[in-house]
């Protein structure tokens, strides 16, 4: 049996069959790939019996980032792009790991002599075609954990995943079988669960409850004469107030129906005034039921959210598979554990959408979170995160598993053959590699942790830039479907320091300048955002966005005040941060009128341009290197 069915085993839908389309379903959960593993009932032995010369490869070569498929999946990988270089023919593991790392000899002295060590980095290439033609890339080795095609350790040997196990066991490998490990992925498999305002959603209930209001205030200057007329519009008036407030409970409606079946049975009213309210309340009806269905969880909470923005929406990213090695095999995370059901957390989006003082639309992100990873994180240096023993990825694990299986019997015999002929150098060998086969088989196929507290949970995406990078990129993906121009992050100084100061927060928000604590050096996401808008070839830098919605100029301001601590480059600094809490397009109690011109209706914050490639494959993995090429001019006002 050749090591392609072996993968095919694997994940029945990854080298044929019809795909899943990249564009978002409908409802509260989309699908981006959905690359199915299926347990593997090959064994070691089954790996032994191929062929030694093999039909020639025809390689899965498609668009770029769409891993050999017709369809464009959500999110594609550019390291299978590279594997595709390789060209047709099996290889070594070697000769992969020198195609999918480099190398580089660094000089040191040792006692005062002089001493040369192999250092491997990443593999950087670049397109040489289509749209992205000239654009860097690099090989992240954390992908090469996450799907367990190669796990190295901190000098960079080679100590686990797939290429560790055909090595040891002197095993070629073609492109596509490489290439199917890397659509094996789990971040392939990530799911989204959209929670919020449809597109349009909002803007359709605000028609409705002002033609109803407009028809409710009418017949009530009309029929000002019949007082019992009057008391039940103004009845009816009072509650749709409430609806406009966003009370969406079915007794705010029940309450509005009573005033109005009480209004119509009026004998002034007639029968064409009657038909209108009818009409008038299906629509508010009609228009309230998107906005009940998909409800947000964190809209409110003011020291998370900020208040003023339209078409609020939360997203959580899931994985709804077993994780065999953590502690439990679905982590549903600390956030809407309610509302995702049985499956693994990895991350969350909240935004919600604003504009620029040209009228463009943006999504603004409030927040970015990784329940499951933030601990992990910080427990786990880099090295450790991605090293195969502090942290264990048991995806794709079955491959290596059979074939070191088979390895250990292998050794075992020779390890008899050199007891017998009393070799004992090489005898002394085989024990080492049959003990460190026999401690990677032990770590594969058992739960058991020991005492060892560094051993942590497994989730895609343990850094924050890894999920940070995903989550911006979903954004605008999304953005560029529904002709939204631009994708920004609230600064620390606008919303996050609400939560008091957490140098967490400042180095992963950053300010609108881009910078991180003491806003100074690079924030995550602002750095995230510059490397994505250089692949594309757009911009990334400081604009203007408004506090809430321009075209309603009048406005429930606010204030908060927060002090800096006392250390770090802003001690002893103070933020005065002015919001919106509500804005209307008529004068109520409370509200000020703010004319659509005046620069107080904006706040600067860091924001990415969309483009419209954006809208098909995005790349899995953060681009390494490079600085912003394009900044927004800041807009002045006088």
């Not at 668009?63 to 017709?70: A, F, I, N």
């Not at 048991?394 to 075992?412: C, D, K, S, V």
């Not at 301001?557 to 209307?584: L, M, Q, V, W």
């Amino acid at each position: 049996m050749s090591l392609k069915n072996i993968l095919t085993g694997l994940g029945r839908k990854i080298l044929g069959g019809k795909k899943e389309s990249a564009l978002p379903a409908t409802g509260q959960q989309q699908k981006q790939i959905t690359y199915t593993p299926k347990p593997s009932q090959a064994q070691g032995q089954e790996l032994a019996k191929q062929e030694i010369k093999n039909p020639p490869v025809v390689l899965k070569k498609t668009k770029p980032l769409q891993m050999g498929d017709d369809q464009a999946p959500g999110f594609g990988s550019s390291t299978y792009d590279w594997v595709m270089r390789k060209g047709r023919g099996k290889y070594t593991p070697d000769e992969w790991i020198d195609h999918l790392t480099s190398t580089r000899k660094v000089n040191f002295k040792i006692f005062g002599k002089p001493a040369q060590k192999t250092v491997r980095d990443q593999k950087r290439f670049k397109y040489d075609s289509g749209p992205f033609a000239g654009k860097e890339v690099s090989v992240s080795k954390e992908e090469l954990f996450d799907s367990n095609l190669a796990i190295f350790n901190e000098t960079g040997d080679l100590t686990g995943g797939l290429l560790y196990a055909a090595q040891k066991f002197g095993l070629k490998l073609d492109a596509n079988e490489v290439g199917a490990m890397l659509k094996l992925n789990p971040i392939n498999r990530l799911k989204p669960v959209e929670l919020g305002i449809q597109k349009g959603a909002q803007e359709k209930m605000e028609v409705a409850v002002k033609n109803l209001d407009s028809k409710i205030k009418d017949l009530r200057v009309k029929f000002r004469e019949d007082s019992d007329l009057a008391q039940h519009l103004t009845d009816s008036e009072y509650y749709l107030k409430g609806i406009k407030e966003g009370s969406l409970e079915k007794a705010a409606f029940e309450n509005l129906r009573t005033t109005l079946k009480l209004a119509k049975a009026r004998p002034n009213i007639n029968a064409t005034d009657k038909t209108a309210l009818n009409k008038l309340e299906a629509d508010l009806t009609n228009a309230a039921g998107p906005l009940r269905n998909v409800k947000t969880k964190y809209a409110n909470e003011t020291n998370y959210t900020l208040q003023g923005g339209k078409d609020y929406r939360e997203t959580i990213f899931t994985l709804p598979e077993d994780i065999a090695t953590n502690t439990s095999l679905r982590n549903r995370g600390g956030h809407f554990t309610e509302t995702i059901g049985d499956t693994n957390n990895i991350y969350h989006i909240r935004y919600d959408t604003r504009f620029t003082p040209e009228g463009k639309k943006v999504f603004m992100i409030n927040e970015i979170q990784s329940d499951v990873n933030q601990s992990i994180a910080k427990a786990l240096t880099k090295a450790e995160q991605l090293g195969g023993v502090n942290r264990l990825n048991p995806f794709n694990a079955e491959l290596e598993l059979n074939l070191l299986i088979n390895q250990r019997g292998q050794m075992l015999n020779n390890l008899n053959k050199a007891i017998d002929e009393q070799n004992f150098g090489s005898v002394n060998a085989i024990k080492k590699s049959l003990d460190d086969v026999n401690k990677k088989l032990t770590r594969l196929s058992t739960q058991d942790r020991g005492y060892d507290s560094k051993v942590k949970d497994y989730f895609p995406m343990v850094e924050a830039d890894s999920y940070g990078d995903h989550a911006v990129k979903y954004l605008l993906q999304k953005a560029a479907r529904e002709n939204v121009d631009y994708v920004a992050v609230a600064p620390f100084d606008k919303l996050s320091f609400r939560q008091g100061y957490k140098a967490g927060n400042e180095r992963f928000y950053g300010y609108a300048n881009g910078k991180g604590i003491g806003k100074k050096g690079k924030a995550v996401l602002p750095d995230v955002m510059g490397k994505i808008a250089r692949f594309y070839n757009t911009k990334a830098g400081s604009t203007k966005i408004s506090l809430s919605d321009p075209s309603k100029p009048y406005k429930k301001i606010r204030e908060n005040t927060f002090n800096y601590p006392g250390k770090g480059g802003s001690k002893g600094k103070s933020i005065k941060s002015k919001y919106h809490e509500d804005a209307s397009a008529t004068q109520e109690e409370g509200y000020k009128f703010i004319e659509a011109n005046n620069p107080n209706l904006y706040f600067d914050a860091f924001a990415i341009k969309v483009s419209p490639l954006m809208r098909n494959t995005q790349k899995t993995y953060k681009s390494k290197g490079g600085l912003v090429v394009d900044i927004f001019k800041p807009i002045r006002y006088n």
